[in-house]
C-alpha cells in the first residue's frame, strides 16, 4: 500500500486568491489523481497528473483554473486559483495499486474553505 | 439521469444490527464495482471489489452484485460502533474511468 500525506490539512481564504496544495507519497508512482468532494457530492475526479506530460483534465475542469505540477515520480501539486466560494470543498490526491486495479489509495485531503 | 445513484443517508442502525447499503447505475458498460469507507476528515479506503454477478463475502463484510437489474449492495453484520463512516460505491469501465456514489453516511448506535 501506498502512504500519502496531503498540505495543508484546511485552509480558510479570500474570494480571488490562489491557494497550492501539495501530495506527496511514499513511493514512486506513475500517475497520480486529483479528486475533489464537494458536500452532498460525489467524488469527482479533476485531472490525471503524469510524470514528464502535461496533465490530463476531465470535462468540467480546465488547467488556467486547476493548474497542476508534477516534477517527480513521488510528488505533485494542484492550485486552485481565482477562487471562489463554490470552491469549497475537500480536494483530495489519490494513487492507484499497481497490483490491484481496482485499488486507488487515497491523501486525508485538503479541506478548503473560501469566504 | 446519473450514471451512479447512492442514497446519501444519513442511515441509523443500532449495535449489532444487518446494515445495507446500495446503489443503482445506468451504464452497462461499467464491469467493475467497489465499495470504500471514509472515515470523517480521512480518504477513502478500499473494502471490497468485485467484477461478476453474485456475492462476495469478507468477515462482516458482503458485496452482491446484480447486472441484470443494474444494482449492487453492501451488507455489513454483526454492526459495530467503529463502522459509522461514509460508504462510497465506485464502479469502473473499460476506459478506467472511475465513477463514484456520492456515499451513505451510516451510524452505528452503540
Known amino acids: 500500500s501506498a502512504v500519502i500525506s496531503q498540505k495543508p490539512s484546511r485552509d480558510i481564504c479570500q474570494r480571488g486568491t490562489s491557494l497550492t496544495i501539495q501530495c506527496q507519497v511514499d513511493?514512486?508512482?506513475?500517475?497520480m489523481f486529483w479528486y475533489r468532494q464537494q458536500p452532498g457530492q460525489s467524488l469527482t475526479l479533476i485531472a490525471t497528473a503524469n510524470q514528464g506530460s502535461e496533465a490530463t483534465y476531465e470535462s468540467g475542469f480546465v488547467i488556467d483554473k486547476f493548474p497542476i505540477s508534477r516534477p517527480n515520480l513521488t510528488f505533485s501539486t494542484l492550485t486552485v486559483s481565482n477562487m471562489s466560494p463554490e470552491d469549497s470543498s475537500i480536494y483530495l490526491c489519490s494513487v492507484p495499486d499497481g497490483l490491484i486495479l481496482n485499488e486507488q489509495f487515497f491523501g486525508p485531503g485538503t479541506r478548503l474553505t473560501v469566504l | 439521469q446519473k450514471e451512479v445513484e447512492q442514497d446519501p443517508g444519513p442511515l441509523s442502525v443500532p449495535e449489532g444490527a444487518i446494515v445495507s447499503l446500495n446503489c443503482t447505475y445506468s451504464n452497462s458498460a461499467f464491469q467493475y464495482f467497489m465499495w470504500y469507507r471514509q472515515y470523517s476528515r480521512k480518504g477513502p479506503e478500499l473494502l471490497m471489489y468485485t467484477y461478476s454477478s453474485g456475492n462476495k463475502e469478507d468477515g462482516r463484510f458482503t458485496a452482491q452484485v446484480d447486472k441484470s437489474s443494474k444494482y449492487i449492495s453492501l451488507f455489513i453484520r454483526d454492526s459495530q460502533p467503529s463502522d459509522s463512516a461514509t460508504y462510497l460505491c465506485a464502479m469502473r469501465s473499460r476506459d478506467d474511468k472511475i465513477i463514484f456514489g456520492k456515499g451513505t453516511r451510516l451510524h452505528i448506535l452503540p
Open positions: 513511493s514512486q508512482v506513475t500517475m
